[in-house]
Structures are given as C-alpha cells and as structure tokens.
C-alpha cells in the first residue's frame, strides 16, 4: 500500500538552531514531493515540493527539503528555526499516475524561544 | 486570487441530520479535491472533481456521501443521516491542471461535529 510515515509527532528546537522534520514514503515509481504547513484556524498552506533534477529545493519561509530517492526519504530543514515556524508540517506525496495527495499525520513543530 | 473558501467554517448537527457544505475553489482551477482530516492525523482524500466530472471516489466516501459540482465551478458535499464517526475537518482544495506539480490550495475547512 501506499503510504507516508512521519514518524516524530512533535520536534522541539531552540529559536536560532537548525530544524529537520522527517519524511519517508513507501510509493512505486517516481513520486512527486510535497511539504504542507498548518497553522491554528487555517488551511495548509503548500511550502515547497520535488518534481524532479536537484535533489535539494527551495521553498517559502526558508525552508529547503532533501530527496533521498534510495531512502525514499524527502526531509524538511531550515537552517535558522524562528518562534513563528511554530506549526503542523504535513508531508504529501503524489504517485505516479494519481490526480490525489496521500498525506503523512503530519509533525507538530516547537520552536522555543 | 481570493483564495479557496468553504462555508459554513463550523458545523454542529444531531446525530441523523443532514449536512450540507460548500466549497468555492479559485476561479481558474478546473480540479476540485474534498479530503477529510480527524484530530492527530493527515488529510485523507475523499473525491475529486475535474470540471464538472467525478473522477474518483475513494472508498472512504460511504453512501451517505455525495459530492457535485455541477457548472464546474463552486462544489457541495452533503452527509446524510450524520454519525459520530463523521466528526471531522473537511478541506477542500483546487488545482489547476499541468500546472507544474499541480500543488493544491486549500481552504480553511468546516469542521462538522455529530452530537
């Protein structure tokens, strides 16, 4: 079955150090990528996504996420976490052939101050 | 672009009554996408809308699930005889097709609880 696993429900960070928020995914063929944020009273908002090419993106508010095609891994950073990173991350991937997202349960993040 | 909006934002309802919800996508997308999101997890997709065609349904929509959007523009989902378990967010979303990636818009949701 086609799957997305984040497997921590909540990181905690210190405003000012280097967030990693994990994705793997379990889907034939080559996927596209996705990365969703949710914060309180509001829809997800898309923060950047891989197609394909560098396996490095950009996306909104500084972050950046890393595909890992023999990992099927697809991991979101930022190198400087800020208290208002504070959210709901959600990971989403689109298999090949499929108009619909299968969304991970998403990872709650904590920046502290 | 005003955005996806979803009315009503909130919805409480006895359980056997029937619940209607209204999504209005950004006007130049011809993909409409309904998902359902309980607490503590993603988004599960329910069904999707090109245009005016249903196109898939997941096996998550039971009977008392319909959805259409019939001038393929706004989209209504209609719960009938409502249960507990129906207690949830529903998201909706649009795409435009061959946009590269096809990332979806979301709206804010209407959260529906069955008493």
């Known amino acids: 079955a086609q799957s997305v696993a984040q497997p921590e429900d909540q990181v905690n960070v210190a405003e000012g150090n280097p967030l990693t928020v994990k994705c793997t995914y379990s889907?034939?063929?080559?996927?596209?990528l996705f990365w969703y944020v949710q914060y309180p009273n509001r829809g997800l908002q898309f923060l950047l996504k891989y197609i394909t090419g560098d396996n490095l993106v950009k996306g909104s508010y500084g972050f950046e996420a890393e595909f890992n095609k023999s990992q099927t891994s697809f991991h979101l950073k930022k190198p400087s976490a800020l208290v208002s990173d504070s959210a709901l991350y959600f990971c989403a991937v689109r298999p090949p052939g499929y108009n619909k997202l299968i969304f991970g349960a998403g990872t709650r993040l904590a920046v502290h101050p | 672009d005003t955005g996806v909006s979803q009315d009503p934002r909130h919805k409480i309802t006895k359980r056997g009554q029937n619940v209607t919800f209204r999504c209005d996508p950004i006007?130049?997308?011809?993909?409409l996408y309904w998902y359902r999101q309980t607490l503590g997890q993603g988004p599960e997709f329910l069904t999707y809308?090109?245009?005016?065609?249903?196109?898939?349904k997941s096996r998550l929509l039971s009977d008392r699930f319909s959805a259409e959007r019939p001038k393929g523009s706004f989209s209504t989902l209609e719960i009938q005889r409502t249960e507990q378990g129906d207690s949830a967010m529903y998201l909706c979303?649009?795409?435009?097709?061959?946009?590269?990636?096809?990332?979806?818009?979301f709206g804010s949701g209407t959260q529906l609880s069955v008493l």
């Open positions: 979303a649009s795409s435009r097709t061959g946009v590269n990636g096809e990332k979806l818009f």
């Open positions: 809308f090109q245009n005016e065609a249903q196109l898939e």
């Open positions: 889907v034939s063929g080559n996927p596209y």
């Open positions: 006007s130049e997308h011809n993909r």
